[in-house]
């Protein structure tokens, strides 16, 4: 066949390539002899010249197509080598090619979607929590001790239940046929698919990428796309499941166990009706009523609250204290051999102490081998401002606004610090966020995460006892779940793992970072400079604070949510950011406009463009449009968030002059940000 293309070619090219020849030869009195011989000879050489090009792009795609990976032959070479590794080296091209995208998409219009493979399917964002939200409320109705039915009743969990997985419904439906090309062995296929989607992460094959391949390389918009279906494969078939499913409500967080072993299918809706009415089998009238339920949870959390009420259990305490103090014992850093000598010595371990010694042993294989980063986001160098840095992978599923962040964030710090109060761990805001609480106590508008840290015991106590734990935010507040996950490494200082945890928005992929602060014995920097016999701790990244920078945690507002803040506030700014974190009102394209209490976008108005203050307002004290600079969203967070501001300013005066404001957050502000998930399923 190769010899066959090369021979067309030779023979298709050698006589124009000749006759080329002899022209350019010719000498200057041959060729003047007569204009119009000239003139014909250009057009001839013209129109041979176009169609060697053409017949020689023809013969290299037909070589190339039988070259390059397609899903109809691939099992012929998997055969033909019986070495994944192998092959993958000799066809790198399929890395950065369409193809693996164009077999597995399906046909539909892109809009706001990082894939486009909508199709309509079972799913439904709020089912699942739907069904056992209901389920939960019948097991207190029912049950004499239901905390120990919950226990020998966990969960049968399946991700694609609980988190959209439809950008990958074409893959699902071929795996059976794809897992026979690999001879029924799962892992070769996923290594295969682990491959692929990496490489579509991290970019990586760019370097070696010759132009014929180039010309297949993915568009940044396609890239996207193959990404999301990265995320919903990994999502439906390799991602850990959760150990617990914990519901947020406002009486109580209820935990609910998972059983170990993965779901072998989800339940799909009609299996989600049925845990919904607690029966095996449901008529479409009742599939249409819990339909309807998913749509309305509100009204079955009141319910389960009136129940639990009724029953007379006691409501939990999740009121974060005014102040509060932490041993400095807790930021000492544990000798890792000797713990993992305790727990390798148990006879008979408890499933969570299994978990934790596999946990230990993992850590202590692979730390050396750990990469900066252990929690996955896309990297691509089209991405200069590192906008995809901030999606965690596999939860990444479409790219948000800034404006549309921010109102994730605001449900993501409520959820953390009360989560915190139930799992009693002690936690902070810093950093970024600070900055953050001095302006307005809202997130700023063009950072893009969440800071917060804990001590290295309660990072362990995350670890040990709430390590993959989903959380379901309370229904009256919002349609959110969170993702708990430590990273292995959090016990060990290689220089290279800055983040020892993460709080994930598993709809969106919006994180929180959570830092653990620790005392070692490496060098104190000379910023640093602890009062005789003062503790003084650092992050991972060596970030240092002493004991009086953090102690006593102040309970405050931020985005209107209780949380605790770091006692310096002023030290610990202008030692991370200079006096210009405070003074510095025009940056990142936005301008601080203390009247209105917002941080505006420099595209809507700035400098002698903002009206004056006298102007904005009307007699009873409303922004009005003229005054938010004739924007009408900027007019609609400035409702939003007022109550927030005025809050937040009457905190600030008290605090700087030296007085109690822990009154002001003793009750928290209604939610006043709502992230549509639905504009997004």
């Not at 997130?443 to 106590?461: A, F, H």
């Not at 009873?620 to 005054?627: A, E, M, P, S, V």
Request: charged fraction near 25%; hydrophobic fraction near 35%.
């Amino acid at each position: 066949m190769l010899v066959q293309v090369k021979r067309a070619i030779t023979a298709v090219v050698a006589k124009p390539i000749v006759l080329l020849n002899s022209f350019l030869r010719s000498s200057p009195t041959q060729v003047n002899d007569s204009f119009n011989y000239r003139k014909r000879q250009n057009y001839y050489f013209k129109s041979k010249f176009l169609v060697l090009i053409a017949l020689i792009v023809f013969a290299s795609n037909l070589l190339l197509s039988s070259l390059i990976f397609n899903v109809s032959n691939y099992s012929s070479f998997v055969e033909a080598t019986k070495n994944l590794d192998y092959w993958l080296r000799l066809h790198r091209s399929f890395f950065q090619s369409k193809r693996f995208l164009n077999q597995f998409k399906l046909g539909s219009t892109p809009a706001v979607f990082v894939n486009e493979n909508r199709v309509a399917n079972d799913f439904h964002a709020n089912y699942s929590s739907t069904a056992f939200l209901q389920r939960l409320n019948n097991v207190y109705k029912t049950q004499s001790n239901p905390g120990a039915y919950l226990q020998s009743h966990p969960i049968d969990f399946h991700w694609a239940d609980w988190s959209d997985t439809q950008p990958a419904n074409a893959f699902i439906h071929a795996y059976d046929s794809l897992l026979e090309e690999y001879d029924g062995d799962e892992d070769r296929l996923y290594g295969f698919i682990h491959k692929v989607c990496y490489a579509k992460l991290f970019d990586e094959q760019d370097p070696w990428l010759d132009d014929a391949t180039y010309n297949q390389k993915l568009q940044v918009f396609e890239h996207l796309q193959m990404i999301g279906m990265c995320s919903a494969i990994f999502k439906h078939y390799y991602w850990t499941i959760p150990e617990r499913v914990t519901f947020e409500t406002d009486v109580k967080y209820f935990d609910w166990p998972v059983k170990e072993k993965r779901r072998a299918s989800p339940y799909g809706r009609e299996g989600l009706a049925a845990i919904y009415h607690d029966k095996d089998s449901v008529s479409p009238a009742e599939v249409a009523e819990f339909e309807a339920a998913a749509l309305n949870r509100e009204q079955i959390a009141h319910e389960l609250t009136h129940t639990y009420e009724e029953k007379g259990y006691p409501n939990e305490d999740l009121q974060l204290k005014s102040h509060l103090t932490q041993d400095a014992s807790d930021f000492k850093q544990q000798d890792f051999k000797e713990l993992l000598k305790k727990y390798e010595n148990i006879e008979k371990p408890t499933r969570a102490e299994r978990k934790y010694l596999d946990f230990l042993r993992y850590s202590r294989d692979n730390v050396d081998k750990a990469n900066k980063f252990y929690f996955t986001f896309p990297n691509i160098p089209i991405d200069r401002k590192a906008e995809l840095h901030h999606y965690n992978f596999p939860w990444i599923k479409q790219i948000i606004s800034h404006e549309e962040r921010i109102r994730v964030i605001h449900h993501l710090i409520r959820s953390w610090f009360k989560f915190c109060e139930h799992a009693n761990v002690i936690s902070w805001f810093n950093y970024g966020n600070l900055i953050g609480w001095y302006f307005n106590a809202q997130n700023l508008p063009w950072d893009n995460d969440v800071d917060v840290q804990v001590s290295i015991n309660d990072c362990d106590k995350i670890g040990r006892y709430w390590n993959n734990t989903l959380v379901v935010e309370n229904p009256t507040k919002g349609d959110a779940m969170y993702w708990l996950q430590t990273n292995p490494f959090y016990l060990q200082q290689n220089d290279h793992q800055f983040i020892d945890a993460r709080y994930i928005d598993v709809k969106v992929g919006i994180y929180i970072d959570i830092s653990a602060l620790w005392i070692t014995d490496r060098e104190k920097p000379s910023y640093i400079h602890p009062k005789e016999g003062e503790a003084s701790f650092h992050c991972k990244h060596y970030q240092w604070f002493t004991y009086d920078d953090i102690f006593p945690l102040r309970r405050t507002l931020y985005e209107g949510g209780q949380a605790y803040m770091p006692n310096a506030i002023d030290e610990i700014l202008k030692r991370w950011y200079g006096s210009k974190a405070m003074d510095d009102w025009n940056i990142f394209d936005h301008n601080w406009q203390p009247d209105i209490g917002l941080w505006v976008p420099n595209q809507i108005c700035e400098g002698n463009k903002v009206p004056k203050k006298e102007d904005r307002f009307d007699e009873d004290g409303q922004l009005t449009l003229y005054g938010a600079c004739n924007n009408v969203e900027l007019l609609n967070e400035w409702r939003h968030a007022r109550k927030a501001y005025e809050t937040h300013k009457k905190e600030f005066d008290l605090i700087k002059a030296g007085e109690d404001s822990t009154h002001l957050s003793e009750e928290e502000l209604p939610v006043f940000r709502y992230f549509n998930f639905e504009d997004y399923q």
